[in-house]
């Protein structure tokens, strides 16, 4: 499922939605469906945000003529008010019509990922479908990540991240879902809403809502706390600092804290070529990516023949 809605709380670049912005001479979200159509673990591609101008986009560029020739099918549903809405009833749609399972699940991408490729989406399904969990977030390790930093080949994108016991890491973008088997699904739209976490304001919401509503899982809070310390203390050049605090903080602590805040088997995989990790949500990241993306793409690629 991919998301390219622009209502609520998505994020505009250059004066309008990102999921049809130019790159390349196609718009960002075509790049992520073609990423998808060339995925053998892939098998639909249900596309939801503003129908009339999917259809064009998709038309325009031969989508279409791609996922017959894979047969892989494009389903596009029309964009709802909210992240969650959008994700809950295009997962409907996906629904056989009869004998539901509840393990029924489904990959769900966005549309700003435009350095994505099938590789790496073809590494996170199969670790991701080998995972005892309903719900398996991708992570992007700063190794991965450090491809893509400013250096003397060219600009770079320098992204925040997660300090951890075990490292530091980017959620990547991916997700592996058994939507009918998370109790509290509700709550991904309040991390989305709040989901720029260098922001203070929205660390605090964040954190308040966990308060008010689940008062029998207070101890989230603490690992949370350090863990955006760790980041605030490694942002700021207190590297030592930072790597005490997150000493303190382990990445299985997260993830049974997540599973639950969500009532649901929560875990992360790793993946390695830190494409999906590079969400476009500002106006310099995009003057980067259309000057590195043929070559960052073509990097990835070498990198995934080699492993």
């Known amino acids: 499922m991919l998301v390219a809605g622009d209502r609520g709380h998505s994020r505009a670049i250059r004066g309008q939605s990102k999921t049809f912005v ?26 939801v945000g503003d129908p009339i101008r999917l259809e064009k986009a998709i038309t325009e560029h031969g989508c279409l003529l791609l996922a017959a020739a894979r047969a892989c ?17 295009s997962f409907l ?63 770079g994108i320098r992204m925040a991240l997660f300090n951890l016991a075990e490292g530091r890491f980017r959620p990547n973008n ?17 991390v989305y809403e709040n989901r720029y976490q260098k922001e203070f304001g929205n660390m605090l919401r964040l954190a308040w809502q966990m308060l008010v509503r689940e008062f029998r899982n207070l101890w989230v809070i603490f690992p949370y706390l350090l863990m955006h310390l760790a980041s605030a203390l490694d942002r700021r ?7 005490w605090v997150r000493s303190r903080v382990s990445l299985q602590t997260v993830e049974r804290g997540i ?4 009532r649901t ?11 999906a990790a590079l969400d476009i949500d500002k106006d310099d990241d995009l003057l980067v990516v259309e000057k590195m993306l043929a070559r960052w793409k073509e990097m990835q690629v070498r990198i995934a023949r080699a492993a």
């Open 93 to 155: 749609r996906t629904l056989p019509t009869a004998g539901v399972p509840d393990d029924h699940a489904i990959l769900v991408v966005p549309a700003d990922i435009p350095l994505v490729i099938p590789e790496e989406i073809s590494d996170f399904i199969r670790k991701a479908g080998a995972a005892e969990a309903d719900y398996v977030l991708g992570l992007s390790p700063d190794s991965a990540l450090a491809l893509y930093a400013p250096g003397e080949d060219g600009p």
């Open 237 to 243: 050049g207190h590297g030592r600092a930072s790597a």
């Open 174 to 190: 991916l997700h592996f879902v058994r939507p009918l088997r998370l109790g509290n699904r509700h709550y991904i739209q309040d």
């Open 73 to 89: 099918p494009i389903h596009i549903v029309p964009q709802l008010s909210s992240l969650y809405e959008n994700v809950w009833h």
């Open 22 to 47: 130019q790159l390349a001479g196609k718009p960002m979200v075509v790049h992520v469906i073609e990423a998808l159509l060339h995925t053998p673990e892939v098998s639909e591609v249900y596309v």
């Open 265 to 275: 088997r929560f875990c992360t995989v790793t993946t390695y070529l830190g494409g």
């Open 259 to 262: 599973g639950a805040l969500l």
